[in-house]
């Protein structure tokens, strides 16, 4: 790969001397094609759970509001003094929503226009979804969702949702991540219902309804790529 991961490279050189974090955290190798994927720099971001991608963030983030559970007791498995205490931090573009995502998300009222979103907290039915609610009107067209964690069956769906979605372009994956980007299409109303305008669903309706779209089968293009079975190395193919 010839692209560039000046942050990852630099966090590879320092964990080989100071490593001390021993929570689950993005592997380095999946962030460094984050990195690639990405613009090298922008105004606002966020992202909920915090670790090594909150290292990365801040360093392509201006403004990058981080929403996770504040773990420093555990000292010695705390995502949050890693990521404080890792020198190559900018803690000045860094700030910290501490609590679950399912309480203050709803209650957040400082949300600015994002031009990275990373959905990474609590990955049990229906969280993630409600992360994205929230999120989602925020995203800047051509801004970055990001969202981990796809070979977990119900995350897998919702990237399927989301990849038949207009508002968003699949451009790739990282491993388990998978990488969208906000398309022109208008906002889908957060306070509305419009379940048949959406893609997902009117490929997936009797062809009886007047909502039917037939314009090929459905294909649910993340489920059938069994990210699971890669990852544990039951697909050999």
């Not at 000292?75 to 203050?104: A, I």
């Not at 907290?121 to 999120?135: Q, T, V």
């Not at 993340?222 to 079975?229: E, F, G, M, Y």
Request: aromatic residues 10%; contains cysteine; charged residues 20%.
């Amino acid at each position: 790969m010839t692209s560039k991961s000046p942050v990852m490279d630099a966090y590879e050189n320092w964990e080989e001397v100071a490593r001390t974090h021993h929570a689950g955290t993005f592997p380095t190798d999946v962030l460094r094609i984050i990195e690639t994927m990405l613009p090298g720099a922008v105004q606002t971001s966020a992202e909920t759970g915090c670790g090594k991608s909150t290292i990365l963030m801040s360093n392509i983030s201006s403004n990058h509001t981080v929403f996770c559970l504040d773990d420093r007791d555990q000292r010695d498995q705390s995502s949050v003094n890693f990521f404080t205490e890792c020198p190559l931090t900018r803690t000045e573009r860094v700030q910290t929503v501490f609590g679950p995502t399912q309480v203050t998300l709803p209650a957040f009222r400082q949300h600015r226009t994002y031009d990275i979103v990373m959905i990474d907290g609590p990955h049990g039915w229906p969280f993630p979804e409600l992360e994205y609610y929230f999120f989602y009107p925020h995203i800047a067209i051509g801004g970055y969702l990001i969202l981990d964690d796809c070979h977990i069956p119900s995350i897998g769906r919702m990237a399927d949702i989301l990849a038949e979605d207009a508002m968003w372009s699949l451009q790739g994956f990282a491993a388990t991540t998978a990488l969208f980007r906000r398309t022109q299409a208008p906002l889908f109303d957060p306070l509305g219902d419009g379940w048949w305008e959406q893609r997902y669903n009117r490929r997936r309706i009797s062809p009886k309804s007047e909502f039917h779209l037939a314009d090929g089968a459905a294909v649910d293009r993340v489920t059938n790529l069994r990210l699971d079975a890669r990852l544990h190395g039951d697909l050999l193919d």
